[in-house]
């Protein structure tokens, strides 16, 4: 199935009111459109399209530091809110991946 995803349906910034679709303890802190499409080429998601400067309309009313743009058409075998889980845990792990190996250099 095929559908669209903007970053702050899985970040934990946003209120449901404004467009987030996972629970607040899945979601993200401001997810940027590159790591959402490398966390779903990851989890074998295919992404058809990628806008990375497109702003939700939802977002008009929020403050400019909460708008976070981007858009891409993805295709999935799951559900949207399934895949949404997915990608947002996926950037999660990726995040603390991240944050240890550059603690790892700073050791040295």
């Known amino acids: 199935m095929k559908f669209v995803v903007w970053p702050n349906e899985i970040d934990g910034r946003i209120s449901r ?3 987030r679709i996972v629970r607040k303890e899945v979601a993200v802190d401001s997810p940027t459109p590159l790591e959402i499409r490398d966390a779903a080429e990851i989890l074998g998601m295919k992404v058809v399209e990628f ?6 309309p939802r977002l008009s009313g929020l403050d400019e530091n909460l708008r976070t743009r981007g858009m891409m058409r ?18 999660r792990e990726l995040r603390a991946r ?5 603690r790892k250099r700073r050791k040295k």
């Open 98 to 102: 991240k944050r240890k190996s550059s």
């Open 17 to 19: 009111k404004y467009g």
């Open 74 to 91: 993805i295709e999935s075998p799951y559900p949207k809110g399934k895949s949404l889980r997915m990608i947002a845990e996926k950037i």
């Open 51 to 56: 806008y990375p400067d497109k702003l939700n």
